[in-house]
Every structure is written in C-alpha cells, then in structure tokens.
T-cell receptor, first 117, second 111 residues
Framework: EAGVVQSPRYKIIEKKQPVAFWCNPI?????LYWYRQNLGQGPELLIR????????DSQLPKDRFSAERLKGVDSTLKIQPAELGDSAVYLC???????????????FGPGTRLTVL | LAKTTQPISMDSYEGQEVNITCSHN???????ITWYQQFPSQGPRFIIQ???TKVTNEVASLFIPADRKSSTLSLPRVSLSDTAVYYC????????????FGAGTRLFVKA
C-alpha cells in the first residue's frame, strides 16, 4: 500500500513569494491533516479535513495561508506571501475512519521542508 | 483539551527496557491515549493506542492506571534504531479530536 505522498520535499524561496505544497493521502482515507513543525518542536495542527470539508482550521493563519481539498482526495496548502517565520517542515497526514484502523492512527508523509530567505 | 507532560529527554543503552511516562491529569472520559515515534527528517509514526489497563503490540506496551491520569510507554530491549522523539497525545474523536503534539521525549540509545 502506498503511503502519504508529499511534494516537493524541499523548497527554498525568497520572502514575500508564494509557495504551495501538495499532498496525496492514502487511498480511501477520508480525513486529511496539515501540520507545521518547527525545529525541536512537535507538529502543530493547521487544518483538518473530513472529505472535502475543513472541519478544524482554527490554527490556520488565514491572512496568508489557504488550503483546499477538492473532491475529497488530494490537497494543496498555500502560503502567500511567505514570511521568514514560515520556515518549517509542513507535514500532511491521513486517517481512515473505521475499517480496522486504530482509533486515531494517522499516517504521515515525509513532509516538505520550507526555507524562506 | 487534555494537556500532556513528558520528560524532555532520556538516555538508555542497547538491550535495556525503556519506560516513558506521560502525565495527562485532565483526560476526559472519552479520550484515548496515543503514542507516536518520529525519526529525523520523517513524519511521526503511530506506535500504540489505548484507553485503559494494558495494551501490547509487536513494538511496545502501553500501561494505563485506573485513574488514567498518566500512561507509560514501554519499549523492550531497545536498540540504537529506537533513538527518536516519542510523543504522547490524548483526545476523543467523537468530540472533534484536536491533535495536539507536545515537544515529545527525545530518547537517545547508546551502544
């Protein structure tokens, strides 16, 4: 079974530039998460989707961040414009509801390491 | 939301059993306890989950006392490859589970 796919793996941009991250969850997983992880800290939830609906985006900085999950499958997270403090690893995770999965087992992708100069 | 507290770091030697305790004094009735492992440059990986008493799988054991205000992840006979960060989470899916990772426990296994 293929895991969660993210691209790109690394991205270096100048501040004020836009950037987008893409995530393809495990097939059949209807819950999708985006996290941001700063160096030495645990992942911080940005947004959670149930199918195509964003059910928790309370931690998403909406002035510059946006996300979409069209058709309830893959998802894109965008930052526009990027700031120096946005340098971090952006992780995508997915989870199945029922179907034998542990109650809260999330499957994480490898992440995208963003560096803003 | 139940907050968790874990030791910042732990050291061990190969072959030893390692126990990492997590405090979650405000755990709610419907909350489950979940542990994740994270290696450098990788996303976290699910290890084990439990609600009460003891849960064991091929990787670890999870001990949860009756009051559920803490839990202990037990890793038997660790190897160098178990060097990683371990996160404890509590939450309830039905209540709109909000996944909150703390800083985790950095386990360093020495030869």
């Amino acid at each position: 079974e293929a895991g969660v796919v993210q691209s790109p793996r690394y991205k270096i941009i100048e501040k004020k530039q836009p950037v987008a991250f893409w995530c393809n969850p495990i097939s059949g997983h209807n819950t999708l998460y985006w996290y941001r992880q700063n160096l030495g800290q645990g992942p911080e939830l940005l947004i959670r989707y149930e199918n195509e609906e964003a059910v928790d985006d309370s931690q998403l900085p909406k002035d510059r961040f946006s996300a979409e999950r069209l058709k309830g499958v893959d998802s894109t997270l965008k930052i526009q414009p990027a700031e120096l403090g946005d340098s971090a690893v952006y992780l995508c995770a997915s989870r199945a509801v029922g179907g034998g999965s542990s109650y809260n087992e999330q499957f994480f992708g490898p992440g995208t390491r963003l560096t803003v100069l | 939301l139940a907050k968790t507290t874990q030791p910042i770091s732990m050291d061990s030697y190969e072959g030893q059993e390692v126990n990492i305790t997590c405090s979650h004094n405000n755990i709610a009735t419907n909350d489950y306890i979940t542990w994740y492992q994270q290696f450098p440059s990788q996303g976290p990986r699910f290890i084990i989950q439990g609600y009460k008493t003891k849960v064991t799988n091929e990787v670890a054991s999870l001990f949860i006392p009756a009051d559920r205000k803490s839990s202990t992840l037990s890793l038997p006979r660790v190897s160098l490859s178990d060097t990683a960060v371990y996160y404890c989470l509590v939450g309830d899916e039905g209540g709109g589970f909000k996944t909150i990772f703390g800083a985790g426990t950095r386990l360093f296994v020495k030869a």
